[in-house]
């Protein structure tokens, strides 16, 4: 596996010069998210921002609409990806509170490991 992150492998980014293009594209449009850009402002504004003899410059201004599309999504999914992580963990600190409020220690144990009985007992203690 090779990073391809801005400023890594430096001997195939220059060997490369689209993977390089696209490096500094995802880094500039992270940088523009990390802002407080939107993500679709920070896509139209990396693709501008590469060297006009960039490799993939014209491939981007051509499939602008998808590739903001893909911006958007990804930004979405792990936004979403954090939001159910952190409810998941709600939910077990919730049910681990009640288990051992109970003396259910071996409840406790188990639904740490078995997920078909930690949802057994979501349902029992009413927590969704």
Known sequence: MLNINYGRNRELMDHCRPLNDYSQFVETMRRLKSEGLPPEEAVHLAIRKLDNDSAIRKYLLANEAEVKMLAITEY?????????????????GRLMKILLEQGR????????????????????????
């Open 76 to 92: 979405d999914e792990k936004e979403q990806r954090e939001l159910d992580r952190r409810d998941g963990e709600d939910m077990m």
């Open 105 to 128: 220690t071996e409840d406790a144990l188990k639904a740490t490991y078995d997920v078909d009985f930690r949802e057994k007992l979501y349902a029992e203690e009413g927590i969704d």
